[in-house]
C-alpha cells in the first residue's frame, strides 16, 4: 500500500474502503450483505496496509458504524476512521438534513458509541444544510475538536463558497464528493479550491457505483432489490451510451493485464496526490482487486484515451434523481 496526505497533517492509506455496500441506506444499497464477509473484508483490508476506513451515522442508519467497530476492536490506533453526520431521523428513517449545533453533538456522541472509539479522525458534514450557516455547524464541529472528540473535519458535497466560508471558520481537512472517470464536474471549480487552500479531496463512488467495473452488461445484471435499477445512468435510454465509456476502460486495462476497476482508480489517483478515492466494497475479492490500483502507472497515452473517452459532461443521465441532486453541491 501506499500513503497520502488529506490536508497537511492526516496520513491515509492511498486508497481507502468505503464501508457502505456492507450496510447502506435500508441496509442493502448495493443488494444484500453477508456480515461474515464483510467483517472478513474489513481484515483482509488491514492486511493490505489499508488504514482508511468510511462510514456514516445514515448507513444502515446505525448498523454500518457498528459493523466496522466491531472489526476494529483491538487494533484500532494504526487506522483512521471517518464518519459522517447531518440528517434527521424519526423512528429510523431520514426525514431531511440536519446541521444544527444540537444534531453535530448528538450524531458525534452515538458515532462515538457505535464504533467503540474514544475521538473519530475525520468526521464529515454528510450534506450541507442549507437552514444553517455553515460556520454555525462547523464552529459545532470545532467545539467536538477543542474537546477532543473529534481529530479532523470534513464536508461532503459542498460547493465551493460553502468549502471556503467552512474552511475560514476552522480548517477543512478534506472534501468528499462523486467523482471518477463518468462524474467530472468537481474539476472546474471544486478540485482547485481544495489545492489552493490545501484540502484533500475524497472521491466516492470511483467506479461509478460498479458501472466501471465492466462486470454489469446490462440491467438485468442488478439485484431486484438493488437501488441502481432507479439510477438514472442505469437506465434504459442511457446504458448503452455509458458503455462506451466502459469499452475504453476495458481496452487500457488490457493493455496492463489488469481489470477495468484498477484503471478507473489508477485514473484518479493519477489526477493528484492530494486524492484519495474509497471504493466500496462487500466482499474481499473486489477489495484486492481495487488495492491493486495503486501499483499501476498510466501512461501519457492512457491517460489522453480515457481523458477522451470521458469529457466532462460527456455521461448519459444525471448521477442522481431529482431529490438527491437538490441536496449538492449547496
Known sequence: MKYRKLGPELEVSALGLGCMPMAGIGTAMYGTASRAESLAT?????????????????????????????????????????????????????????????????????????????????????????????????????????????????????????LEKAHATHPIAALQSEYSLWERGIEEEILPICQDLGIGFVPYSPLGRGFLTGQIS????????????????YSEENFDQNMKLVDVVKEVAGRHHCSPAQIALAWLLAQGDFIVPIPGSKRRATLEDSMAAVDITLSDADLDQLEAAAPVGGTAGLRYGERMMSMVRL
Open 42 to 162: 474489513i481484515d483482509r483490508a488491514i492486511e493490505l496496509g489499508v488504514t482508511f476506513f468510511d462510514t456514516a451515522e445514515v448507513y444502515g442508519p446505525l448498523v454500518n458504524e457498528e459493523l466496522l467497530g466491531h472489526a476494529i476492536r483491538g487494533r484500532r490506533d494504526r487506522l483512521v476512521i471517518a464518519t459522517k453526520f447531518g440528517f434527521a431521523f424519526n423512528d429510523g428513517q431520514v426525514t431531511g438534513v440536519d446541521s444544527s449545533p444540537a444534531n453535530v453533538r448528538r450524531a458525534c456522541e452515538g458515532s462515538l458509541r457505535r464504533l467503540g472509539v474514544d475521538v473519530i479522525d475525520l468526521f464529515y458534514q454528510h450534506r450541507v444544510d442549507p437552514n444553517v450557516p455553515i460556520e454555525e455547524t462547523v464552529g459545532a464541529m470545532a467545539d467536538l475538536v477543542n474537546e477532543g472528540k473529534v481529530r479532523f473535519l470534513g464536508l461532503s458535497e459542498a460547493g465551493a463558497d460553502t
Open 218 to 233: 446490462s440491467r438485468d445484471d442488478l439485484p431486484e432489490d438493488d437501488y441502481r435499477r432507479n439510477d438514472p445512468r
